[in-house]
């Protein structure tokens, strides 16, 4: 990460903590090997925790549920149940469909607000205690690399996405038979009639592939946005703090990182919160729409 006996530079923190603990070196921006595939073991591991965590918690407080008066778990779970429940009443009309459609968006959002909620740990914390496991491990811990907010992985965010878009054409073939289904890929959304809906039905098909392909990747990519963006700004406040370690006259910077990871930790709450939200009411919406006729 730097040079032998001396501290790293910015840039080569921020670089550092960028990196993934992977299977091997990407070779490139993407690198779509299926014959020696890059796996980013650290958002693996961490969503996946995460996953079993937030399922875990949902499994105890209905366990332990009571009708009397209910503890803060209880009735913050309660509350989220009954959230998520009346939106996709508003927007899934189907009632069969909503008994899988409810449970997938509570999922898609305790799990999307545990991984962003891992923005708020301090950021040397756990890559600090990885170097030294891994040093002990007869590594250099220079190339210890533990990234821990899996929602600030694109890998993450478009596989998410996908899922969601897994659930459209299966609500999509569901809803309106596989033959309903193709039909409109080739109607809509220019309707026509004799001649004139032959000559427009590739144009219908290249406008329904770039819808999907529209709301798949933006679907993703808003999320790992955000969360990569919070991220980048909590690495330059520790900077802050770094150089006012480092300096004579540092005093006013250490006090401006203190000030300002605390307003930006306090503001970032809102954010993680607001963008599992944002998936999850687009779960809902996308998936009401593959219901609805075109």
């Given at each position: ?39 980013k073991l650290d958002s ?108 600030a992985d694109l890998s993450t965010t478009l596989a ?135």
């Amino acid at each position: 990460m730097a040079a032998e006996g001396h501290g790293p530079t910015a840039g080569e923190y921020i670089q550092h903590h960028l990196q993934h603990w992977t299977t091997r070196e990407q070779t490139g921006i993407a690198d779509f090997s299926l014959a020696d595939p890059v796996l980013k073991l650290d958002s693996l591991f961490w969503s996946i925790l995460l996953g079993v965590v937030g399922c875990f918690l949902l499994w105890r407080v209905a366990k332990s549920v009571t009708s009397g008066v209910p503890g803060r778990m209880q009735a913050a779970i309660e509350f989220l149940v009954e959230m998520v429940d009346t939106q996709a009443r508003g927007i899934v009309h189907n009632e069969q469909s909503r008994k899988a459609v409810a449970p997938l968006a509570l999922t898609a959002f305790v799990w999307i607000f545990l991984m962003n909620a891992m923005d708020l740990l301090p950021l040397d914390l756990i890559p600090n205690i990885w170097a030294a496991i891994y040093g002990g491990m007869g590594h250099d811990p220079h190339h210890a690399y533990m990234r821990v907010v899996p929602s600030a992985d694109l890998s993450t965010t478009l596989a998410l996405s996908v899922t969601v878009l897994l659930s459209c054409l299966y609500y999509n073939i569901k809803m309106k038979g596989l033959g309903g289904w193709v039909k409109e890929l080739f109607s809509a959304p220019f309707h026509a009639h004799g001649p004139m809906a032959i000559a427009l039905a590739p144009i219908n098909f290249l406008m329904q592939m770039i819808e999907f392909v529209a709301k798949t990747v933006s679907h993703g990519m808003r999320l790992f946005g955000n969360m990569f963006a919070g991220e980048l700004v909590f690495m330059l406040i520790a900077l802050m703090g770094a150089v006012g370690f480092g300096s004579l006259g540092g005093v006013a910077l250490w006090i401006g990182h203190v000030l300002a990871g605390s307003a930006w930790a306090i503001f970032h709450i809102l954010i993680i919160t607001l963008q599992a939200f944002i998936f999850m009411m687009l779960t809902l919406v996308y998936v009401g729409q593959a219901h609805d006729a075109h």
